[in-house]
């Protein structure tokens, strides 16, 4: 049995979704930040020159689409974090061009910074893009018997358990469950069962 008919197992394609959608509130947290920093900024900004009203505005878009992907993690909530991280690249673009003309001194950082988030952004999307379908198709009950798995094997001390062996950086776990291997990534990014049977050849 390869590497892909073992992932395609219904448990592992749950367990998949269930590391999907971490990763996606991961990138909403950073959204998150993103967004408060802009949100800062345009409300000092704004008192300078009204014109700057437009960062503020983007700034707290990009708190709700970091909200909304912590809330309700989906690709369509990484997408809206990517395009307005690319908003704010073109809002500040427009305002570089108008200090320009007006002598006023500009930063490059201001056009860098939001240009290289808009990529991560647009770049996890892609990366992710063919989990789309299965994130939005998997049942409610089936991820929350996932996490709650996940959570207690997290949970547990591997002094008091025989069955569990963790890496010496204390990032993974594996997990005798019956006849089956359960390794995982202790921040739940990778997950997946395998047979003793699939781990020995793999090994091998």
Request: proline fraction near 3%; glycine fraction near 6%; charged fraction near 20%.
């Amino acid at each position: 049995m390869n590497s892909k008919e073992i992932f395609d197992k219904p448990e592992n394609r749950v367990l998949l979704v269930v590391c999907a959608r971490n990763q996606i509130r991961n990138i909403g947290i950073g959204g998150l930040i993103w967004g408060i920093l802009n949100t800062v900024i345009g409300a000092f900004a704004v008192q300078v020159d009204l014109i700057n009203s437009g960062i503020l505005l983007l700034g707290l878009l990009m708190l709700g689409a970091g909200i909304n992907a912590l809330r309700r993690p989906s690709l369509n909530a990484i997408l809206l974090e990517a395009f307005v991280s690319l908003s704010l690249f073109v809002w500040n673009v427009f305002i570089t061009v108008v200090n320009t003309l007006a002598g006023a001194p500009v930063s490059a950082q201001g056009l860098i910074f939001p240009a290289i988030i808009a990529v991560v952004f647009f770049d996890q999307h892609k990366k992710l893009g063919h989990l789309k379908d299965m994130i939005a198709a998997m049942p409610a009950e089936d991820l929350k018997r996932a996490k709650t798995i996940c959570k207690e094997l997290q949970r547990k001390k591997v002094r008091k358990e025989p069955n569990i062996v963790e890496s010496t950086d204390r990032k993974f776990r594996l997990a005798l469950t019956g006849d089956r291997i359960f390794c995982f990534r202790r921040d739940l990014l990778r997950a997946f069962y395998l047979s003793k049977t699939e781990f020995q050849s793999l090994l091998g």
